[in-house]
């Protein structure tokens, strides 16, 4: 335990919550599959940064987790790899539809970089990722959508516009990823983001990234989070 103290401080990483899973040091720690490890080590990833050497085995063991950490420490990664865990671990893929994992993100700018950074991992495996944000034709993203995929990367506007209009459900949807959401707060999302939650089902797993924590994010984290451990590196403003 005195280790894990030590370690966490090394790292500038703070927690709280329950029963605190502990933090790894390396990628071969979070027993990845050899593709993911492959995917890694072609991205030229050789080590987790701090962000995800906390949040991997957090996420992995399924909990819901706030994770602060200013821009540029890692936070795509930290939460694409453990979604690709989570949708490869899901019995019987083909038998629903819509996407497993979906990701709402401020700007298009960051929803595509997301979905970028997803399609890296994603594609050794078959797993279908689409990306929804205004500025595409809307038909366009209709028809992707129907055509079916496993993770959805959108902006919150138009994945309520796609849902409302039945291009696709979130039936399947178990894992719900929150990124940016001061960025989101500030842009006016909140009711957009309350609607979305809404649709997926509450046992579903939960995560949230932020590189600062507001106390509207914090009321928001404290209403849609289950249990969740809360991890901050470095010092972050409010
Ligand atoms: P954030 O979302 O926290 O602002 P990003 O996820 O955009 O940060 O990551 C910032 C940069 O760091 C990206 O170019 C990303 O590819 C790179 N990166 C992420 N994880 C690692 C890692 N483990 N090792 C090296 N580079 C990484
Ligand atoms: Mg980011």
């Known amino acids: 335990e005195q280790d894990v103290t030590e370690y966490r401080k090394s790292l500038s990483i703070r927690v709280s919550g329950f029963d605190v899973p502990r933090p790894i040091k390396t990628f071969e720690d979070c027993g990845f599959s050899p593709q993911l490890m492959n995917a890694i080590t072609k991205q030229g990833y050789e080590k987790p940064t701090p962000i995800q050497c906390q949040a991997f085995p957090i996420v992995l063991s399924g909990r819901d987790i706030i994770g602060i950490?200013?821009?540029?420490?890692?936070?795509?990664?930290?939460?694409?790899?453990?979604?690709?865990?989570?949708?490869?671990?899901?019995?019987?893929?083909?038998k629903e539809e819509g996407p497993i994992g979906v990701i709402c993100a401020p700007t298009r700018e960051l929803a595509h970089q997301i979905y970028l950074e997803s399609k890296k991992f994603a594609k050794p495996y078959g797993?279908?990722?689409?990306?929804?944000y205004g500025g595409m034709s809307k038909l366009e993203q209709f028809k992707e959508l129907k055509s079916g995929c496993e993770?959805?990367?959108?902006?919150?506007g138009r994945l309520i516009d796609?849902?409302?209009?039945?291009?696709?459900?979130?039936?399947?949807a178990t894992y719900l990823v929150l990124d940016e959401a001061?960025?989101?707060?500030?842009?006016?999302?909140e009711p957009q983001i309350r609607s979305i939650?809404?649709?997926?089902?509450?046992?579903?797993?939960?995560?949230?990234?932020?590189?600062?924590?507001?106390?509207?994010?914090?009321?928001?984290?404290?209403?849609?989070?289950?249990?969740p451990v809360r991890v901050t590196v470095g010092e972050v403003g409010m």
Not at 127 to 132: K, T
């Open 69 to 94: 950490a200013k821009t540029g420490s890692g936070k795509t990664a930290a939460f694409v790899l453990p979604m690709i865990v989570h949708i490869m671990d899901q019995p019987e893929l083909a």
């Open 127 to 132: 797993i279908r990722v689409s990306a929804i």
């Open 151 to 156: 993770i959805v990367i959108a902006t919150p």
């Open 162 to 172: 796609m849902i409302k209009m039945k291009a696709l459900t979130m039936l399947r």
């Open 182 to 189: 001061d960025r989101m707060f500030d842009l006016g999302f």
């Open 197 to 227: 939650v809404g649709q997926i089902r509450p046992d579903r797993q939960t995560l949230l990234f932020s590189a600062t924590m507001p106390r509207k994010v914090e009321k928001l984290a404290r209403e849609i989070l289950t249990d």
